[in-house]
Every structure is written in structure tokens, then in C-alpha cells.
């Protein structure tokens, strides 16, 4: 996998055999935890900068993309490693960004964002012209259960779509072929952070573990259920040790925006919580290292826990729904309710369900970037790209389009408008007054979506 960028050598000079391959120079920009996570380890594997005889070293650069969801430290540290030190990450806005793919020279970049922001950034890229421009790959950190056709689209016009399974590689090709696009980009992998030891189970121990999301449920009564209903489990299993997975503490974002956080809700339990009842946090694998059953709505936790073998159930107590996600697990075996799992039931996984999914229990994961490893290695090999060409335009979708541009402050013809922040000595100049006017601004959203619009959404209900 050769870089496109790497310098020349002189005739007269030839390269010795024994020298390494230049290094592969890959960037990946996230807007979230979650999509950090899930865009610097796919960048680990497509880069195969492992050490692996004959594929070049890959020096990966992380930029956060300012925004709402913008992670935390401390959110950085929890995702695990990811192969980059927190300390060589940095945040940029869209057009520090396209600035820094001009004057860097990137091999690959690596848009582990949501949709609008990959289409954004899509534009932006076409429209520096660059003579030698990066393989541009995107792809989804998780399940895909709502908005399939309105994702997929705006992350056309990358040169390769990741696909976390068959199904969803299926699913993704119908959409841009139903509307007449190049479903080429389409490419079959897997979750990029699949592992850990398989299940065993150790004598004494019984561990449940809920994996908690931000955004579903939404409503603070179907929240409360849930966290019910764990305690009321806890109680009614002493022996057994039951946890709550949580994703941030209050005041963080994540992918998803969470109103009604289950450590506020914790507070206001009637009864307490039971001693056998902890609140956790902490990277994802390690907490299933600890697992005997894991419990969920419709948690990507879910497709690494049966990677593993964990025992999983995923609840039915709110319905099965389209809103829920846990509708993606129909079929799947592992669709149960609390009065089931009180009971000692333990749900048993489909075989064919699971082969379609990408969780890759039966051994073959190590294979499962293969593919898009070859093509990304095609495109890198090609002396020049064509500039990207998203299925949206100005003419395909006028009234649609230079809104998503407009919110990472680009015109409708990808360039940044005028007054887009930007590197150079003038925003080094600016910076601490607008870190400080960025935090302020977070705190205030954070506030009123965690306090405000629940009071609000109470108002509009009498």
C-alpha cells in the first residue's frame, strides 16, 4: 500500500532495498467519542501500519471537529487504545481542517462524522482542486437503525463507504442504486473495535451489565422503567452483581444528545439502590471482560458482546420499535423482556442472524478488513483521483444542500465563507478568546437541553 504523497527518488540515486517504505500520512477527523473511536482504529486497519512484512508504517494524525459532541479528555482516555496519544489529538472547525488536508499532503483521511458533516467536508475537499488529493474513506460506528436512506446519501461521493456487515453492505448498495448514484464505494468490513477474549464463565462470579445509550429511550418515564427495573433485578438477585454502563457523566456530549441521564434519575429512585447496584464507566471492553449477561435497548454493545460470546439480551419491555433500534434484532434470537431475564432466562443468539451482522464469533474477523484494504491500496496505487462527486449538488438538491454546507460555515460551492475561522497567525491570536467562548456557549447548550427543554416538554404536556 504505497503512499501518493511520498517523495520521489532520483534516478541517479536509487532506493535501497533495505530501506523501510516511506510512511503512510492518514488523518482522521470525528465529531464524537464514539466516532473517534471508531474512526482511528478503522484508520489502523486500513492503513495496515502493524509492522506486517511489506506495508509501510502509517503515521496517523487525530483532529476532533469542533462541535456540540466534541469529546472530553477524560472521554478520550475512556475509549481505550486507539493507537493515538491523547496528547497528538487536536480540534479544528471545517475550514482548519481543509486547510490542513492542503498543506499536509495526507495519504488517506478517515470522516468518522455524521452524515451532514461528511458531506460538508466532501464539498470542501472538491473544492480545493488538489492536484494529489487523499483517499477519502467514512463509514458508521454502529448499528444502522433510522435515517438509512438520509445518511447514506450525504456520505456519498467518499471513495469508500465502510459497511459493518453483509446486510448492511446490501442494504447500502439498493439505496444509492435506487436513486441512480455509483454504488462502487460500497464496501463490506466490520466494527473495527471487535475483540477481546471470548466468554468464560468463572466460578462465583455472575455479573449483569446494562449498557445504557444517550438518546434511547428518550422520554424520562420510559428511562426511569429501565432503571427500575435493573435495581428491581439487583434486589431480587443479591448474589448477582449488576451494573449500569454509562456512557458520559452529566454535562458531556456523546454521538447522541442525552437529556435525562440515568445518574440524575439514580438520584431520585425511591427506595435507593441496593448494594449489589454500581454506576459505572470506563472503555467498553474492559467492563465485557467482567460480563456474564449483557443488557440492552439496541446498544452497538450488543454486536461486541456476541462477538465474544457473551450471553445478550436485548429488551422488548418498550415494544419493538423503529424509534428504539432494537427492530435490527429481529430475527436475531435475542429479542427478551425483564420479566424473562428476573425469571433466569438467557437468551440463545440465531447463527444465520448473526453471520449477517459482522460480528464474526465463528473466528473469521481477522479477514474482514481485507477487502477494503485492497481497495483502498488500489486507490492510493492511481496517480491521480477525480475530485469527489457526492450525489448531492446545487443542482440536485438546491434547497437541501447549502443549508448542510452553511453549518460548517462553507458556501455552497465548498469553499469556506468569509469570516470562517481558520489557521494562521490571525486565529492563533484569537484562540484562548475563542476557546473561552466556546466553552461558555457548550456549557449554555448543555444546559439547555439537560434542564430547560425537559421543563419546557413538561409545560407543552398539561
Given amino acids: 500500500m504505497p503512499p501518493r504523497h511520498s517523495n520521489s527518488t532520483s534516478p541517479a540515486e536509487p532506493e535501497s532495498t533495505d530501506a523501510p517504505p516511506p510512511a503512510l500520512r492518514v488523518a482522521v477527523l470525528a465529531d464524537s ?33 469542533r462541535g456540540r459532541a466534541t469529546p472530553t479528555p477524560r472521554q478520550l482516555a475512556e475509549v481505550g487504545d486507539v493507537g493515538i496519544a491523547t496528547d497528538r489529538v487536536r480540534e479544528v472547525t471545517a475550514a482548519e481542517f481543509l486547510h490542513t488536508v492542503r498543506d499536509e499532503g495526507y495519504d488517506l483521511v478517515v470522516l468518522a462524522l455524521v452524515g451532514g458533516a461528511v458531506q460538508a467536508m466532501l464539498h470542501g475537499l472538491a473544492a480545493l482542486r488538489l492536484p494529489a488529493r487523499p483517499v477519502v474513506v467514512t463509514g458508521y460506528v454502529g448499528v444502522v437503525y433510522e435515517k438509512l436512506a438520509d445518511g447514506l446519501l450525504l456520505r456519498h461521493g467518499a471513495d469508500v463507504v465502510l459497511a459493518n456487515s453483509r446486510h448492511d453492505a446490501e442494504r447500502f448498495r439498493a439505496v444509492y442504486e435506487g436513486v441512480g448514484a455509483d454504488a462502487s464505494a460500497v464496501t463490506e468490513a466490520a466494527l473495527p473495535f471487535l475483540g477481546g477474549a471470548p466468554y468464560t464463565p468463572e466460578p462465583g462470579r455472575d455479573t449483569v451489565v446494562f449498557a445504557a445509550q444517550p438518546s434511547v429511550p428518550a422520554s424520562r418515564a420510559d428511562r426511569t422503567y429501565l432503571l427500575r427495573r435493573l435495581v428491581e433485578h439487583a434486589r431480587l438477585h443479591p448474589g448477582r452483581e449488576v451494573l449500569l454502563k454509562l456512557r458520559s457523566k452529566p454535562g458531556e456530549h456523546t454521538t447522541h444528545i442525552e437529556e435525562l441521564p440515568y445518574q440524575r434519575l439514580a438520584e431520585r429512585l425511591p427506595g435507593g439502590l441496593p448494594p449489589n447496584f454500581r454506576l459505572v464507566y470506563g472503555h467498553m471492553g474492559e467492563v465485557l471482560d467482567r460480563t456474564d449477561l449483557l443488557v440492552t435497548v439496541s446498544s452497538t454493545a450488543a454486536l461486541e458482546s456476541l462477538h465474544r460470546r457473551i ?17 435490527h434484532f429481529i430475527g436475531s434470537g435475542l429479542l427478551t423482556s425483564w420479566d424473562h431475564l428476573d425469571g433466569g432466562a438467557h437468551p440463545e443468539p440465531d447463527e444465520h442472524w448473526l453471520s449477517g451482522q459482522g460480528v464474526a464469533a465463528d473466528g473469521g474477523y481477522d479477514a474482514a478488513y481485507d477487502t477494503a484494504r485492497a481497495r483502498v491500496a488500489a486507490l492510493l496505487a492511481k496517480d491521480r483521483l ?14 437541501y444542500l447549502p443549508g448542510i454546507l452553511a453549518r460548517h460555515h462553507l458556501a455552497p460551492d465548498g469553499h469556506p465563507l ?27 447548550y448543555r444546559h439547555g437541553v439537560q434542564r430547560v427543554a425537559p421543563v419546557i416538554r413538561r409545560m407543552g404536556e398539561l
Fill in 33 to 65: 467519542d464514539t466516532r473517534w473511536k471508531w474512526g482511528a482504529l478503522t484508520a489502523r486497519r486500513l492503513a495496515s501500519g502493524d509492522g506486517r512484512a511489506g506495508t509501510p508504517r502509517a503515521e496517523i494524525s487525530g483532529l476532533l471537529l
Fill in 311 to 327: 450471553p445478550t439480551a436485548v429488551l422488548t419491555d418498550l415494544g419493538v420499535r423503529e424509534t428504539l433500534g432494537n427492530h
Fill in 386 to 399: 477525480p475530485g469527489p462527486a457526492p450525489y448531492y449538488t446545487p443542482a440536485t438538491a438546491p434547497g
Fill in 418 to 444: 468569509p469570516g470562517a475561522p481558520a489557521t494562521g497567525e490571525t486565529g492563533r491570536v484569537r484562540g484562548a478568546v475563542r476557546e473561552a467562548v466556546r466553552d461558555a456557549a457548550r456549557g449554555a
